[in-house]
T-cell receptor, first 114, second 113 residues
Framework: DAGVIQSPRHEVTEMGQEVTLRCKPI?????LFWYRQTMMRGLELLIY????????DSGMPEDRFSAKMPNASFSTLKIQPSEPRDSAVYFC????????????FGPGTRLTVT | AQSVSQHNHHVILSEAASLELGCNYS??????LFWYVQYPGQHLQLLLK??????LVKGIKGFEAEFIKSKFSFNLRKPSVQWSDTAEYFC???????????FGTGTRLLVSP
């Protein structure tokens, strides 16, 4: 299995631009999680989906952030408009209820907003 | 709400020294416990996990952790660290039956050769 796949691995954009981060979970996993990691705040859960349905989005910082999971093999996290304080590493993770809820993390997308 | 405390933010050890990283959680019910490791520039990887049974859990790379329910703790140990153990270590907890993991703030370990 290829593991959790994220793209792009690095993104540099200017303030005000739209940013879309992509994630492909491990095949067969029915839960998907988006995290943000910064030096100041550590690892924060932004949102998670179960069977493609958003379950908890309480960690989404504000309306500029949105996430979708149109099918079991793809999810996006969109920031519009982006701001410099959004600069962080964004991780996607997936898990399976049959696998004991262990979360497998992707390599992350390093976002820099200038 | 569940919270996780990792009291050691930075730890510096020499090779062959013993390691113990503290982790405490707040919820008093049934929990599942995890330790993840993040090597420099890489993503998080699972070191070990506890769901039930023997409270002493053995993981990869010689790591182990002990669940002490009365102390709400799940400390990570390794008898002899190596330079390659330099990484950031995260404790995570979830309430049984729920999927949301709550992570601690992490402990940065530096092992000098």
């Amino acid at each position: 299995d290829a593991g959790v796949i994220q793209s792009p691995r690095h993104e540099v954009t200017e303030m005000g631009q739209e940013v879309t981060l992509r994630c492909k979970p491990i095949s067969g996993h029915n839960s998907l999680f988006w995290y943000r990691q910064t030096m100041m705040r550590g690892l924060e859960l932004l949102i998670y989906f179960n069977n493609n349905v958003p379950i908890d989005d309480s960690g989404m910082p504000e309306d500029r952030f949105s996430a979708k999971m149109p099918n079991a093999s793809f999810s996006t996290l969109k920031i519009q408009p982006s701001e410099p304080r959004d600069s962080a590493v964004y991780f996607c993770a997936s898990s399976s209820t049959g696998g004991g809820y262990e979360q497998y993390f992707g390599p992350g997308t390093r976002l820099t907003v200038t | 709400a569940q919270s996780v405390s990792q009291h050691n933010h930075h730890v510096i050890l020499s090779e062959a020294a013993s390691l113990e990283l503290g982790c405490n959680y707040s919820y008093g019910g049934t929990v599942n416990l995890f330790w993840y490791v993040q090597y420099p520039g890489q993503h998080l990887q699972l070191l070990l996990k506890y769901f039930s049974g023997d409270p002493l859990v053995k993981g990869i790379k010689g790591f182990e952790a002990e669940f002490i329910k009365s102390k709400f703790s799940f400390n990570l140990r390794k008898p002899s660290v190596q330079w390659s153990d330099t990484a950031e270590y995260f404790c995570a907890v979830k309430n049984t039956g729920f999927q949301k993991l709550v992570f601690g703030t992490g402990t940065r370990l530096l092992v000098s050769p």
